[in-house]
């Protein structure tokens, strides 16, 4: 045909951009909107009759050196815990905490809560390396633990961890907040469980976050401390992965790290990515450090969720589209594509771990799952390739 001779630039000059878009279907330029509207919803508060609390503990908080513990403090207190003493040792941090909760004794050191009986839950946000070993010891005092992530940072951390739960019969819970305080991620998970995108097939996880260096201190920037881009950032990605593919087996295929833009810190890490497989579904993780501040928030979270019948996209934070706020899900089906707004989804996990813990279940997090995703992101990490971007 002459129109293939002509090539394609050439064509454009001859007949002139304009007349020739004009007069090309929409579906010729993949412009087509598709066969209907798309439906938007504001999702339910809440599909589970178990997001309220129905019963009470005491608790107490050990290490403030991370401010997830004031997300982590407010969580356990709305699923119906009494927070009745905390220890730490920074100043600043103590003053905050005391501030919000007066009402929490400061004690004198950490075995003065480990040693007391009425606490039956610790929750922690301390330096990252240190956290599994007061795990560890808080299990061996006959309590539960909750940790910020990442909860372990070396695999023998885990083979700790793993042992001592199961002689102590504790819980070692982590909150992966990405997926357990993210409105839009439970919805997700509402969805998935319904059959909504039939059999999981893959996960894509695209996490960007923004560094904010003037406000960090020493130890993030040290991967012994704070345990490697993938292990920290990476293991709210893991657990995603773990949870909505429903793998109670999974393995790394692939990892890799690098440093590209922080020669300051030489150790540090801000990009990474791996590949997982498990038996429940597959999975692709990308975290990075380069939120660019013109965003507006610290980071463009987003989730796709492939399915048999359909798949789900999560944009957590922020719509660069437009839509206010965040917690924006997306799902396309069998039938239609619909826009759903979770902001008034309610987030169960508070209510559902005291009454783990009253109960000795698992209904809030799957405790095997949760190392799972720990021991993911530790192998991924002790195994990526790094990466060197200059010439």
């Known amino acids: 045909m002459q129109f293939e001779r002509i090539g394609r630039r ?50 107490a908080v050990i290490g403030l050196d991370h401010a997830h513990i004031m997300g982590i403090t407010a969580d356990v207190i709305r699923g119906g815990g009494e927070l009745v003493a905390f220890y730490a040792t920074l100043p600043k941090a103590i003053a905050g905490f005391q501030k919000i909760y007066p009402q929490a004794r400061l004690t004198k050191s950490e075995d003065e809560i480990l040693d007391d009986p009425e606490i039956q839950l610790v929750a922690n946000a301390s330096i990252a390396n240190l956290r599994a070993p007061l795990g560890v010891r808080v299990m061996k005092h006959g309590k539960d633990f909750l940790s910020d992530k990442p909860a372990i940072t070396t695999l023998e951390q885990l083979a700790e961890v793993r042992k001592v739960s199961a002689a102590t019969g504790r819980m070692f819970a982590i909150m992966y907040s990405e997926r357990l305080e993210v409105r839009a991620a439970v919805q997700a998970g509402y969805l998935v469980k319904a059959g909504a995108i039939g059999k999981v097939v893959q996960t894509i996880n695209i996490a960007p976050h923004q560094v904010n260096a003037p406000s960090r201190p020493d130890w993030f920037w040290d991967p012994v401390q704070f345990g490697g881009i993938l292990c920290d950032i990476g293991s709210h990605q893991a657990d995603q992965f773990v949870y909505y593919t429903g793998s109670t087996t999974a393995s790394v295929l692939a990892s890799q790290i690098a440093n590209v833009n922080h020669p300051e810190h030489p150790e540090f890490q801000d990009f990474g990515d791996m590949m997982l497989q498990g038996n429940g579904g597959t999975g692709y993780v990308r975290v990075d450090w380069f939120t660019p501040d013109g965003l507006g928030t610290w980071g463009d979270g987003r989730l796709f969720i492939l399915g048999t019948g359909g798949y789900i996209e999560l944009r957590k934070y922020i719509d660069i589209a437009g839509r206010t706020g965040g917690n924006h899900l997306f799902i396309v089906d069998k039938k239609q594509t619909r826009y759903m707004d979770c902001s008034n989804v309610v987030l169960p996990f508070g209510p559902q771990f005291v009454a783990d813990i009253v109960n000795r279940t698992h ?26 971007f200059t010439e």
């Open 363 to 388: 209904t809030a997090q799957d405790q095997q799952q949760a190392l799972l995703a720990a021991e993911l992101v530790l192998k991924a990490q002790k195994n990526a390739r790094r990466l060197n």
């Open 10 to 59: 050439n064509f454009l000059k001859t007949v002139g951009a304009a007349g020739m878009l004009s007069a090309l279907p929409e579906t010729a330029l993949g412009l087509h909107a598709g066969g209907g509207p798309i439906a938007h919803e504001v999702a339910a508060p809440a599909a589970d009759e178990d997001v309220l609390p129905k019963h009470s503990i005491k608790f």
